[in-house]
């Protein structure tokens, strides 16, 4: 069973903080990496991919990807209330299907 | 466009009915997924498929059937719906190429009393 973990938080940041979110994956073999955010009911959404070790940063956000410790993390910096959602890790291991991680809850506080 | 358009929305069943959720995408995507999402946990893939004519099993396909028949549509089938069964449904789609990049439906909401 390939395994995507994050924990369930939720995470409390104030308003301006950096708020850092992990997931570690199983799956050796995986190739891609995501970050979806889930506002409470609604659909997710993609935010970021990363495919290659090392940061990307987009905005205020930045992933980082260490595929030797099977470890993926999103930054959000100037973190917003508007942020507030939960925010799902997914990998693929190079096929044509998606796993998910049950999600990290993030509370920004104004 | 209108993206992923799932239906209905909202829908309680009662236990052994039977039903399908309908997802149609106007995209002209290859890929299509049906997942689900219990409360505080992540989403669970039930069947996907890469092209019309194609479906596969995924993690947790037990009680459901898909067909496809055609690029735009992948119903999901319910057939003597448990409690279990009760859960949010999301079908999604992917062009060929952008294997993380997936375009979800609003979500169907079922509950099986």
């Known amino acids: 069973q390939k395994e995507v973990e994050q924990n369930s938080g939720p995470l409390s940041v104030p308003e301006g903080a950096i708020a850092s979110l992990n997931c570690t994956y199983s799956?050796?073999?995986?190739?891609?990496f995501f970050w979806y955010r889930q506002y409470s009911g609604k659909s997710p959404e993609l935010i970021m991919s990363?495919?290659?070790?090392g940061d990307k940063e987009d905005g205020r956000f930045t992933a980082q990807l260490n595929k030797a410790s099977q470890y993926v993390s999103l930054l959000i910096r100037d973190s917003q209330p508007s942020d507030s959602a939960t925010y799902l890790c997914?990998?693929?291991?190079?096929?044509?299907?998606?796993?998910f991680g049950k999600g990290t809850m993030l509370l920004v506080s104004p | 466009n209108a993206g992923v358009t799932q239906t209905p929305k909202f829908r309680i069943l009662k236990i052994g009915q039977s039903m399908t959720l309908q997802c149609t995408q106007d995209?002209?995507?290859?890929?299509m997924y049906w997942y689900r999402q219990d409360p505080g946990m992540g989403l669970k893939l039930i069947y996907y498929?890469?092209?019309?004519?194609?479906?596969d099993k995924g993690e947790v396909p037990n009680g459901y059937n898909v067909s496809r028949s055609t690029t735009e549509d992948f119903p999901l089938r319910l057939e003597l719906a448990a409690p279990s069964q009760t859960s949010v449904y999301f079908c999604?789609?992917?062009?060929?190429?952008?294997?993380?990049?997936?375009?979800f439906g609003e979500g169907s909401r079922l509950t099986v009393l």
């Open positions: 999604a789609s992917r062009p060929r190429g952008l294997d993380g990049e997936l375009f």
């Open positions: 799956d050796r073999g995986s190739q891609s």
């Open positions: 990363i495919y290659s070790n």
């Open positions: 997914a990998v693929t291991p190079g096929y044509s299907t998606l796993t």
């Open positions: 995209m002209n995507h290859n890929y």
């Open positions: 498929s890469v092209g019309a004519g194609i479906t």
